[in-house]
């Protein structure tokens, strides 16, 4: 059976001690919280990876990185290895975020090695993916995440893919206001699960944890999570404050 997970990504938020304290809030309440029905993971930058891992129990909140290299390792001057985010005892790496592919160029193909980087590291990959509004608008953005999911996840075996969530993040959703609606997000959930389906088969679409973001906050994630294919959410905004961060926890 598939786990529900709530993710925190706190993009480029928060000095190290701020990021601290931030991660020591999360888990206390993620500790003292009574029959919790996720999984908890917060997304932190590099920087404060090694810090954050000191101050939390691994096995109550989950640590990410936002990206990795494309590389082994060698001249790269400025880019972080999977194996140097999994030296840190972070457990999970997000990938393909729109803002890495939007202003930093990231390729399916760059996307396909860094999943491969990752996995190779025993990092599991959130693995993001969603259309633009003009995508959603001219009617293309089923075309568009099926690519997405086709083009960077599709070489993996059926094992793998037990190491990899997806997110659906629509990108006119991301830091608006803008959530999609419930009914939106089911039946992009809905497709994914079946593209997982078609190639890997049942089991493994079943057991694939599908996350939401964009938007998603404390009043709008019961209606979310309620859906049956949605399993959660990656938080941008919202995860910058516990308090925020656990109402959606607290969601499901
Ligand atoms: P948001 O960001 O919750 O601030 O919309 C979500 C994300 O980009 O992961």
């Known amino acids: 059976m598939r786990k529900n997970i709530v993710a925190g990504n706190?993009?480029?938020?928060?000095?190290?001690?701020?990021?601290?304290?931030?991660?020591?809030?999360?888990?206390?309440?993620?500790?003292?919280?009574?029959?919790?029905?996720?999984?908890?993971?917060?997304?932190v930058p590099f920087t404060h990876l090694t810090a954050v891992?000191?101050?939390?129990?691994?096995?109550k909140v989950g640590l990410a990185a936002q990206n990795c290299a494309d590389h082994t390792s060698g001249a790269y001057t400025g880019e972080v290895s999977a194996a140097m985010v999994a030296s840190t005892g972070a457990n999970y790496v997000i990938l393909?975020?729109?803002?890495?592919?939007?202003?930093?160029?990231?390729?399916?193909?760059?996307?396909?090695?860094?999943?491969?980087?990752?996995?190779?590291?025993?990092?599991?990959?959130?693995?993001?993916?969603?259309?633009?509004?003009?995508?959603?608008?001219?009617?293309?953005?089923?075309?568009?995440?099926?690519?997405?999911?086709?083009?960077?996840?599709?070489?993996?075996t059926a094992e793998q893919m037990a190491n990899i969530v997806i997110a659906y993040e629509p990108i006119w959703a991301i830091g608006t206001g803008k959530t999609a609606t419930s009914d939106q997000a089911q039946e992009i959930h809905a497709l994914i699960r079946g593209l997982?389906?078609?190639?890997?088969?049942?089991?493994?679409?079943?057991?694939?944890?599908?996350?939401?973001?964009?938007?998603?906050?404390?009043?709008n994630a019961p209606e979310l999570f309620a859906k049956p294919d949605i399993d959660g959410g990656l938080i941008g905004g919202a995860s910058l404050k516990a308090a925020d961060f656990m109402g959606i926890v607290t969601a499901f």
């Not at 990021?19 to 809030?25: D, I, P, R």
Request: aromatic share 6%; with cysteine; net charge negative.
């Open 10 to 43: 706190w993009k480029m938020n928060t000095t190290v001690p701020e990021g601290v304290q931030l991660a020591k809030e999360v888990c206390e309440a993620v500790s003292s919280a009574q029959g919790l029905k996720c999984d908890v993971i917060v997304g």
């Open 53 to 59: 891992r000191q101050v939390i129990d691994i096995n």
């Open 96 to 156: 393909g975020h729109s803002e890495r592919r939007g202003y930093y160029n990231e390729t399916p193909e760059m996307l396909k090695e860094k999943v491969d980087m990752a996995l190779a590291n025993g990092l599991k990959v959130i693995f993001c993916c969603g259309e633009s509004l003009e995508e959603r608008e001219n009617g293309s953005f089923k075309e568009v995440i099926g690519g997405e999911i086709r083009d960077s996840l599709f070489h993996l």
């Open 196 to 219: 997982l389906a078609d190639k890997y088969g049942a089991q493994v679409a079943d057991d694939t944890t599908i996350l939401y973001g964009g938007s998603c906050k404390p009043s």
